[in-house]
């Protein structure tokens, strides 16, 4: 197996976990005080799956509580959920993980822009169970550019604007430089992982052969002289293409190449719902 056979059956396995980005059934907007949480028709924030009733969620003081039901059978952060706890957002590093459904459901808060939200994911969603193929262009390794990576002042921001329109500004280490067919190009980058960098873009194939909203590419750390690989081959598509419930980062204007980037991953076409 190549190496971009072999990324690509993990990406694939990675949407498949019970816990990936496929999984999600729910993104619920607190907008009350109080609500009562559960998949019950009296319920004020109703759960795809799960408990009936699963209990009472209150805002206090900023902070976020929930108080279990007796028969909701919930775990907090792996252990029997007992009495009121608080649920601590993602932003924190260590968002509080509500189990249920025999661990087949899990909850946990996200915070953005300071409106917080119940995102769920249940192992058995459809989209999930159903998740379709995935389409790439043929691995081309005129696609896996050197480029060459300039460093911004220390501290510097970038406006991001997510799919729900909402705006934040996230660290932006540098602006990553390449080259093809003759012509110059710039991609404003993000903070990786490891040292690396990641490159949310669009292009002139993008609302055609590709998601409209763009897509998604890691590298490596940049080199000490700073030279980089960007490898278009693994360039991917964000969760909100297969659900409803992701908060997607969208390219700012400076990435969004005049350029066809005819490599990675494909639009992604939902299979139709089961009969």
């Known amino acids: 197996m190549s190496g971009n056979e072999a990324w690509r059956a993990q990406r ?3 949407l498949l976990e019970p816990d990936g980005w496929a999984s999600l059934i729910g993104l619920h907007w607190i907008e009350l005080p109080a609500h009562y949480v559960g998949s019950g028709a009296t319920s004020g ?25 007796a028969d909701a059978a919930l775990t907090v952060d792996g252990a029997p959920a007992k009495g009121r706890f608080e649920l601590l957002p993602d932003l924190s590093g260590t968002p509080t993980l509500v189990g249920f459904d025999e661990g087949k459901g899990q909850l946990v808060l996200v915070d953005r822009g300071g409106r917080k939200a119940l995102r769920v994911r249940h192992a058995e969603a459809d989209t999930l169970t159903g998740l379709g193929p995935l389409d790439y262009w043929p691995a081309d390794p005129a696609w ?27 660290p932006n280490p540098g602006v990553v430089e390449f080259e093809r067919g003759g012509a110059s190009y710039r991609l404003e980058a993000l903070e ?12 002139r194939t993008s609302g055609h052969e590709s998601y409209a909203a763009g ?23 964000p969760p909100c293409v297969f659900t409803d419930y992701a908060t997607c980062p969208l390219p700012p204007p400076e990435n969004r190449l005049d350029l066809a980037v ?3 991953e494909k639009k992604y076409v939902r299979p139709g719902p089961a009969t």
């Open 262 to 264: 005819t490599a990675g």
């Open 144 to 170: 896996r550019v050197q480029a060459r990576f300039v460093a911004h002042p220390a501290g510097k921001t970038i406006p991001i604007m997510d799919i729900l329109s909402q705006q934040q500004p996230q």
């Open 45 to 69: 924030i109703r759960l795809a799956r799960g408990p009936e009733r699963m209990g009472l969620l209150q805002r206090q003081g900023g902070k976020v509580y929930l108080t279990p039901d």
């Open 192 to 203: 990786g992982e490891d040292g690396g960098l990641f490159l949310v873009f669009a292009d």
């Open 12 to 14: 694939r396995e990675r």
């Open 215 to 237: 897509r998604y590419l890691y590298t490596s750390a940049p080199a000490g002289d700073g030279t980089v690989e960007v490898d278009f081959n693994r360039a991917y598509n």
